[in-house]
């Protein structure tokens, strides 16, 4: 447990480290950046156990699937935090995961939503919509990029569970970030001059990758070794507390009374969803 509560904690921090980070990047070359140091770090580490993503088949809908997931992840997740701000762009992004989530295990396993899982839906929706009404600017083009963003972290879920049927999860999240450096690569690579104008720009993207998704990555895979799908959600729900607290102290974004209640309402309603007896079958 601790290894997963580490994990989505240093992926907590992706937002303010953007933030801090110099201004020469665009946020999509930020997160393009990242997804490629990412994927070449998980590369190695799989490679490093024997376990290279080339020694299995590569089931080409999951494949693709997963580089969807990837792209729209990392691209429109940056791009909502540049317009909307950390704490909204990274909670609508939650937020929007779970009931994502829900609609992929119905269609694919038929397994209908029970009323918890409406219930947390519910109030996790309410708490975005607080959180929206609640901050001084809010920029719905900038949650638009957060829905997307959503979107991606299930249908990256979904592929990754597909592929860990017949290989190890280190190599299956290798896998994914491979195909959608597929996409990522000539993006990041039109910002290479950027990515190393400076030093302050270089540690930037290589802590984004280095350790938001390489070592983030690998400490998951280690927990998820001991502990059940459902548990470790309920423990990456430290992501979004991390990410808003860092937003209000560090970044010093406005804090009001909507957006604490927001804020909770939103870990609140993903806490109540990922507890469903539905969120916890394994097929």
């Not at 990047?25 to 990242?34: C, K, N, Q």
């Not at 009931?99 to 992929?104: H, L, N, R, S």
């Not at 519910?122 to 600017?137: C, D, I, K």
């Not at 597909?162 to 959608?180: F, I, S, W, Y």
Request: aromatic content about 4%; some cysteine; glycine content about 12%.
């Amino acid at each position: 447990m601790i290894s997963v509560a580490v994990a989505t904690s240093l992926i907590g921090t992706i937002g303010t480290a953007a933030e801090l980070g110099p201004d020469a990047l665009s946020p999509v070359a930020t997160g393009a950046w990242r997804g490629v140091i990412g994927a070449a770090g998980l590369l190695v580490v799989a490679a490093s156990r024997g376990e290279a993503p080339w020694k299995y088949p590569l089931p080409m809908r999951w494949v693709l699937l997963a580089g969807a997931g990837v792209v729209a992840g990392q691209l429109a997740f940056f791009e909502a935090m540049a317009r909307t701000g950390v704490a909204v762009g990274a909670l609508v992004a939650i937020g929007v995961g779970p009931v994502v989530a829900g609609v992929i295990d119905w269609l694919a396993y038929r397994h209908r939503p029970d009323r918890r899982w409406l219930a947390g839906v519910a109030a996790a929706m309410a708490g975005v919509v607080m959180l929206s009404g609640g901050a001084e600017e809010v920029v719905w083009s900038g949650v638009a990029f957060a829905v997307v963003a959503g979107c991606g972290i299930p249908a990256m879920g979904f592929a990754a569970q597909q592929l860990m049927r017949d290989r190890p999860l280190v190599t299956a999240m290798a896998t994914e970030l491979l195909a959608g450096s597929v996409v990522l690569l000539p993006v990041a690579l039109a910002s290479l001059d950027r990515a190393a104008v400076s030093g302050g720009s270089a540690v930037t993207v290589l802590y984004l990758g280095l350790v938001t998704v390489t070592l983030a990555h690998s400490l998951w895979a280690a927990g998820l070794r001991h502990l059940t799908l459902s548990v470790a959600v309920v423990v990456g729900l430290l992501e979004p507390a991390v990410a808003a607290t860092l937003a209000v102290t560090v970044l010093s974004e406005p804090i009001t009374a909507a957006l604490l209640a927001g804020i909770c309402m939103v870990i609140v309603g993903v806490a109540i969803t990922s507890l469903s007896p539905v969120a916890g079958r394994q097929n």
